[in-house]
């Protein structure tokens, strides 16, 4: 069996077509888009039709839609921005935010420059909306409500319009890492009641590096990044010209495909939730997966044995690539903080399974017989 990927919430492979647009602007046309000369404005034009691309497919306005590096430095940027250019005084957020969100919201308290609260969970792992609501009554100053659409880990799903309209009813700022929704879920940004939101091209086969900030044309804030007037004064640095050709790219075919792909890579998901019930006893699923959430993510709690505490190196050795909860964790040991906050069971070893268009049947049959051997 060749390598069989599974690990698609981490990374996507790159599309071919994604490449072959980004190709002219990795060879000949390589002018710096700051230059006033031909090349430079044919670089400049490149990078602003990536814009309007991506804000139609949005359904935002072009002037609303900056390229970063990449979810983490925008969603740094919007939380950032929140505290020290919208006056917020109080972040209210969860327990299971990416380690962007969480970091970026422990420093600013850990410098004394905002309140923190962290808003319950059900025991599905969604968000506790009644909660989120006393926060907001009970908050004395401007909170900054920042809330992931899609968890990286469980692929829980967040009511953005709910979460949007609470923030406005109480005068709250709304930030949202969409980082797992933008490209394999159509957003209507004209219509959701959100101040920021963020994407990675490389989550939706497109390339690395490169990432969306949405701020609401509403929003007034300041650079985060200094030395220069690019993305309109808002990121200084010389463009990511290929980066972006890509990610406009992507997220175009993303959305072309939506509901072809979303159908069988849904399939696909709830294939191996029916062969896991069927070949291994205690097998439970955290979060809702048969719910609110994602269809391209599953994570999967197994019972703990001698064999299955080492599942992941053993997936790897039979050519399978998984993920022990979030990527972005996994050089260190002590777990993911997702599983913990929502089912912190000793007796089970978790493994999460992201899928996409390229997976097949066969593959998920071959993972779950491996699975069924290694426990």
Same mark, same amino acid.
């Given at each position: 069996?060749?390598?069989?990927?599974?690990?698609?919430?981490?990374?996507?492979?790159?599309?071919? %077509?994604?490449?072959?647009?980004?190709?002219?602007?990795?060879?000949?046309?390589? /002018?710096? #888009? @700051?230059?006033?000369?031909?090349?430079?404005?044919?670089?400049?034009?490149?990078?602003?039709?990536?814009?309007?691309?991506?804000? +139609?497919?949005?359904?935002?306005? #072009?002037?609303?839609?900056?390229?970063?590096?990449? /979810?983490?430095?925008?969603?740094?940027?919007?939380?950032?921005?929140?505290?020290?250019?919208?006056?917020?005084?109080?972040?209210?957020?969860?327990?299971?935010?990416?380690?962007?969100?969480?970091?970026?919201?422990?420093?600013?308290?850990?410098?004394?420059?905002?309140?923190?609260?962290?808003?319950?969970?059900?025991?599905?792992?969604?968000?506790?909306?009644? %909660?989120?609501?006393?926060?907001?009554?009970?908050?004395?100053? !401007?909170?900054?409500?920042?809330?992931?659409?899609?968890?990286?880990?469980?692929?829980?799903?967040?009511?953005?319009?709910?979460?949007?309209?609470?923030?406005?009813?109480?005068?709250?700022?709304?930030? @949202?890492?969409?980082?797992?929704?933008?490209?394999?879920?159509?957003?209507?940004?004209?219509?959701? #009641?959100?101040?920021?939101?963020?994407?990675?091209?490389?989550?939706?086969?497109?390339?690395?590096?490169?990432?969306?900030?949405?701020?609401?044309?509403?929003? !007034?804030?300041?650079?985060?990044?200094? /030395?220069?007037?690019?993305?309109?004064?808002?990121?200084?640095?010389?463009?990511?010209?290929?980066?972006?050709?890509?990610?406009? !790219?992507?997220?175009?075919?993303?959305?072309?495909?939506?509901?072809?792909?979303?159908?069988?890579? +849904?399939?696909?998901?709830?294939?191996?939730?029916?062969?896991? !019930?069927?070949?291994? &006893?205690?097998?439970?699923?955290?979060? %809702? #997966?048969?719910? &609110?959430?994602?269809?391209?993510?599953?994570?999967?709690?197994?019972? &703990?044995?001698? +064999?299955?505490?080492?599942?992941?190196?053993?997936?790897?050795?039979?050519?399978?690539?998984?993920?022990?909860?979030?990527?972005?964790?996994?050089?260190?040991?002590?777990?993911?903080?997702?599983?913990?906050?929502?089912?912190?069971?000793?007796?089970?070893?978790?493994?999460?399974?992201?899928?996409? +268009?390229?997976? &097949?049947?066969?593959?998920?049959?071959?993972?779950?017989?491996?699975?069924?051997?290694?426990?």
């Amino acid at each position: 069996m060749n390598r069989i990927y599974l690990d698609n919430a981490a990374t996507t492979s790159l599309d071919a %077509d994604v490449l072959e647009a980004m190709m002219p602007y990795l060879t000949e046309k390589f /002018g710096n #888009p @700051s230059s006033i000369y031909s090349y430079g404005r044919e670089s400049r034009l490149a990078i602003e039709t990536a814009r309007k691309t991506t804000a +139609k497919l949005l359904n935002a306005h #072009p002037a609303e839609i900056f390229f970063t590096s990449g /979810g983490t430095e925008s969603s740094n940027t919007a939380i950032t921005a929140s505290i020290h250019d919208l006056h917020c005084t109080h972040i209210i957020s969860s327990r299971i935010e990416h380690h962007a969100t969480l970091h970026t919201i422990e420093n600013l308290y850990h410098r004394g420059e905002a309140a923190l609260s962290y808003v319950n969970l059900l025991p599905d792992g969604h968000i506790d909306l009644e %909660d989120l609501e006393r926060l907001l009554t009970e908050s004395p100053d !401007k909170s900054l409500v920042t809330l992931m659409h899609a968890n990286n880990e469980t692929g829980n799903m967040l009511d953005l319009h709910a979460v949007g309209n609470l923030c406005k009813l109480y005068g709250a700022v709304f930030h @949202s890492d969409t980082v797992q929704t933008v490209g394999h879920f159509p957003l209507d940004l004209r219509n959701t #009641p959100v101040h920021f939101v963020t994407g990675a091209g490389h989550k939706f086969h497109g390339p690395k590096g490169v990432g969306l900030l949405y701020i609401n044309e509403n929003v !007034k804030i300041k650079p985060y990044i200094h /030395g220069g007037s690019q993305e309109r004064n808002m990121r200084a640095g010389t463009e990511n010209l290929y980066g972006i050709v890509g990610f406009a !790219k992507a997220l175009e075919i993303g959305m072309i495909n939506y509901e072809k792909d979303s159908v069988y890579i +849904k399939e696909l998901k709830m294939y191996m939730i029916g062969e896991l !019930k069927k070949q291994i &006893k205690r097998v439970a699923f955290n979060g %809702d #997966p048969n719910g &609110k959430s994602l269809y391209a993510v599953l994570s999967v709690s197994l019972p &703990k044995t001698e +064999k299955s505490e080492m599942i992941l190196f053993n997936l790897d050795i039979n050519n399978i690539c998984a993920s022990g909860g979030s990527a972005c964790t996994s050089g260190a040991d002590q777990g993911s903080h997702v599983i913990r906050a929502i089912n912190n069971n000793p007796n089970q070893v978790t493994v999460r399974f992201s899928f996409s +268009k390229h997976n &097949k049947k066969e593959e998920i049959d071959y993972v779950v017989g491996k699975l069924t051997e290694l426990i």
